[in-house]
């Protein structure tokens, strides 16, 4: 049986994206590893995945985000890209969307055994939550920035991570 993602309309975006929903869904298998994305944007991920040339690569990004505007892969690669937070902020949402409308019902069904580090886009969407936690710490915004490393660690319970919400929580007077 194939399940296909929920549809969902992102409206924080600073562009209008109301008309986009994700045409991407999930193709399950037998192990988690071998789940894989079928996307509109998958001829441009590809191409920006077989080169190193950083402009290529973020040409072929926003080519597949006019593909899949909710494309996880793309979008993440983007907000590593973008030379403000404000924009990167913007890109790491529309991952976190993407990547919640796809993987929701998968995470549901494999409960405590999911592993974001499974497969490629596994790991978009799981770096992407981790990457905004960073970003509103960098910005000074330590309420944000715990509540998107606690859900990494969610996500991810073996991710080293935990040390940075300890040193958080130290600096702001509360134990570890």
Not at 40 to 61: E, G, H, I, W
Not at 99 to 114: F, I, N, Q, T
Request: glycine letters at 4%; proline letters at 3%.
């Amino acid at each position: 049986m194939t399940r296909f993602s929920s549809r969902y309309i992102v409206t924080q975006l600073a562009f209008d994206t109301t008309q986009f929903l994700t045409s991407a869904r999930v193709i399950p298998a037998a192990r988690l590893t071998d789940y894989r994305v079928e996307s509109p944007a998958d001829p441009y991920l590809k191409q920006m995945n077989q080169t190193s040339d950083v402009r290529l690569r973020t040409l072929f990004a926003r080519d597949a985000l006019n593909e899949d505007p909710l494309c996880v892969e793309a979008n993440f690669y983007l907000a590593l890209r973008a030379r403000t937070n404000e924009t990167r902020i913007e890109y790491l949402n529309a991952a976190i969307v993407g990547g919640k409308a796809l993987w929701s019902d998968v995470a549901d069904e494999w409960g405590m055994d999911m592993d974001w580090m499974a497969c490629r886009p596994l790991m978009s969407y799981w770096q992407s939550v981790a990457a905004l936690g960073y970003t509103y710490e960098a910005m000074g915004d330590v309420e944000k920035a715990r509540l998107y490393f606690q859900r990494a660690i969610d996500m991810h319970h073996d991710f080293d991570i935990e040390e940075k919400l300890a040193d958080m929580n130290r600096g702001m007077g509360l134990r570890a």
